[in-house]
């Protein structure tokens, strides 16, 4: 057992040496937020990260958590592509659910773990340069109007770098603001995605329910460990990746385009996915290549 763990470590220390001081951009969603057992385990690997001199930045959703709530208070829900349509009700019931319960649940953990992490949000000093969405014309559902929905410009990463700075780990909420004030609600796969390129990051890792892309939806064992931008055009129109997918693999090809080095996807069930992934050969999940 020791002689196997000391040989672990050697195997590491490479990576250990690559990464120190470089940026990793985690995104995680709310259905991992709401199971304490599977939050406390990213917790724990986001504390071996910092403490191994990553730069960790985290970016969370919590749309699970909001359609309960909008549920219970009687406000519809719904989605086009993977992306919820946002009324004033509902941009009520997302202020209330990310801002709120699912940030002090994730920055709970955090602090359980031994991180010491500032909740902000694209609202805190104008993170987030967001204006509201017009109209679009989607794929399969023609015109559509997502309401109180942002579309992300740009994002000032000072607060967040100055945050790194001082040895602290950054949780950042999607919800954002226009010029104007008025709240908007933002896909949290696109905010990740433009915090990662504007913070010049080493890594963006998205994490998901499926182990990562899956040749066939089916079965789990489809995994594709590697998968170029080409590739993902061909699975998307054949049908292969859909739904809450769609933004993901949209959001990790952006990341791409944009200078970041490496997308991975990881599955949060999986038990320490996100160290597998970035401290070993074989990985776990889904690395996106340009």
Request: charged letters at 20%; one cysteine or more.
């Amino acid at each position: 057992m020791k002689a196997g763990l000391v040989d672990g470590l050697r195997d590491v220390l490479p990576y250990l040496r690559h990464f120190r001081g470089r940026t990793f951009v985690l995104k995680i969603g709310g259905e991992a937020i709401e199971s304490e057992s599977l939050l406390l385990n990213f917790a724990s690997q986001v504390a071996v990260l910092h403490q191994l001199g990553i730069r960790v930045v985290i970016v969370h959703g919590g749309g699970v958590g909001a359609t309960e709530l909008a549920s219970k208070l009687g406000i519809d829900t719904s989605f086009i592509e993977g992306r919820r349509v946002t009324s004033r009700e509902m941009m009520e019931v997302i202020l209330m659910s990310l801002r709120g319960v699912a940030q002090a649940k994730l920055l709970s953990a955090l602090v359980a773990s031994g991180t010491s992490p500032v909740g902000l949000s694209g609202l805190d000093a104008h993170i987030a340069v967001v204006e509201k969405k017009p109209a679009v014309e989607t794929i399969n559902s023609g015109l559509v109007d997502y309401g109180y929905v942002g579309k992300l410009e740009s994002i000032n990463p000072s607060l967040i770098e100055s945050t790194l700075e001082q040895g602290l780990v950054p949780v950042l909420c999607p919800v954002s603001s226009d010029a104007q004030g008025q709240c908007l609600n933002v896909n949290a796969d696109d905010f990740a995605c433009a915090v990662a390129i504007a913070l010049r990051a080493d890594k963006l890792i998205l994490l998901t329910s499926p182990r990562g892309l899956l040749k066939d939806i089916g079965d789990p064992l489809s995994l594709c460990s590697q998968v170029s931008a080409e590739e993902i055009g061909v699975m998307i129109k054949d049908g292969t990746i859909q739904g809450g997918m769609l933004p993901k693999v949209s959001s990790a090809i952006r990341a791409l385009d944009h200078g970041v080095k490496q997308v991975h996807m990881v599955s949060f069930q999986l038990p320490d996915a996100v160290l597998t992934e970035v401290f070993t050969n074989e990985g776990c999940g889904t690395m996106i290549l340009p």
